[in-house]
């Protein structure tokens, strides 16, 4: 009960340092609401307002509804061009698409011949010009359909129904708000952790530390609990009211399991941040020493792309980083509504990585301690 008692003031006396820090307190504010929000608003993947010329060589009442077809939000109000301004839209990039109709597209098709439309798309734009060439051939088909008749039936086979699962609209605001919120919890726990550390040591308050009947188990221990509820209760109100409320991004499975699982990701985040914190001699050095570990730990989490696009030898390596894990447990529980029995081997493997980093950085803090009073 008095290593406990001990912990519990340490950790007191962290939140009494954070609480002067004003600019971590506006990091944390921002990085948990104004960030995820301008993530998921502004980096949408869908195609949105996409400039198109539109050349129409036939005059047909199927061409003008194509026209009338590519309406927004997708695609602004198709620009009727000529041939001849083709090449100079698309170098001045002016547009996006240019959908160019050729002669007697209507006749050909009543007729049943074949006939071909050229699309000339601005690929600099990689995203949206994939996807944006989806939806031109999908409503250019779909008048086709409707207006040709019989033309459906041409080309019989298997007809492939789709039903997308867990985010029916395919919307990437959803996907983009909830990985950024992951991300943030991994850099913000790792930041506040050993800027605490490092901050003790440039102020000379560790040595006040040393001379007190405490263990680098009480002090690592402090630092852990007290920076873990502030990133835990960040991340509680984020998900609430920004991506809930301001966002509108229905959450399918439990909260109250999300924040479990992330409690304990946030062990071993802590652990990290006081591992770095640790080896880093300056504020300066602790800085690059985040940005070599937190990029991998992201880019290889399965956030940002699939586990499965990796190459096999590198997912065996991800397999050890609990990034990967909490990614996975997060989508479960927060998309497809997962409970404790499907996640919980992520949360074991979790726990049992984070206990096992959490001894090695408490034996090299330990260490430096030692180094320190003698």
Not at 88 to 109: N, Q, T
């Amino acid at each position: 009960m008095d290593r406990i008692a001990k912990i519990f003031w340490l950790g007191t006396k962290e939140l009494r340092s954070l609480q002067r820090d004003t600019v971590v307190i506006a990091l944390l504010v921002f990085s948990f609401s104004l960030s995820v929000y301008i993530r998921a608003q502004g980096t949408s993947a869908e195609v949105h307002n996409a400039t198109i010329g539109y050349v129409d060589e036939d005059r047909s009442t199927l061409s003008g509804r194509i026209a009338d077809a590519l309406y927004p939000p997708y695609f602004r109000e198709p620009e009727i061009i000529d041939a001849d301004e083709i090449d100079a839209g698309m170098d001045s990039g002016r547009f996006m698409f240019v959908l160019e109709i050729p002669p007697r597209l209507e006749a050909d098709l009543l007729a049943g011949n074949q006939s071909e439309i050229q699309l000339y798309i601005d690929a600099t734009t990689m995203t949206q010009a994939s996807i944006g060439a989806s939806y031109i051939q999908n409503i250019i088909a779909g008048e086709i359909a409707r207006f040709v008749p019989g033309s459906a039936d041409r080309n019989p086979g298997v007809r492939l129904v789709t039903r997308t699962a867990f985010n029916p609209n395919r919307s990437s605001s959803w996907f983009n708000a909830i990985v950024t919120l992951i991300d943030h919890i991994t850099m913000l726990t790792i930041v506040l952790t050993g800027a605490a550390l490092i901050r003790e040591r440039e102020h000379g308050t560790i040595e006040h530390l040393l001379v007190m009947p405490l263990t680098a188990l009480d002090i690592a221990a402090s630092k852990i609990w007290a920076n873990g509820l502030v990133i835990l209760l960040s991340t509680a109100l984020s998900l609430v009211l920004i991506v809930e409320l301001l966002l509108d991004i229905p959450i399918a499975g439990s909260k109250l399991l999300f924040l479990s699982g992330t409690t304990l990701y946030l062990f071993f985040a802590c652990a990290l941040g006081i591992f770095l914190g640790t080896i880093a001699r300056s504020m300066a050095q602790f800085a690059l020493l985040v940005l070599l570990v937190i990029l991998p730990l992201d880019m290889l989490s399965g956030g940002q792309t699939p586990i499965e696009s990796q190459p096999a030898w590198l997912q065996l390596i991800t397999f050890l980083l609990p990034s990967r894990h909490f990614v996975s447990f997060s989508e479960g529980i927060l998309f497809r509504g997962a409970g404790l029995g499907i996640v919980w081997r992520d949360f074991v493997i979790v726990t049992v990585l984070g206990l096992v980093f959490f001894g090695l950085s408490l034996a090299l803090f330990r260490r430096s301690i030692g180094v320190a009073k003698s």
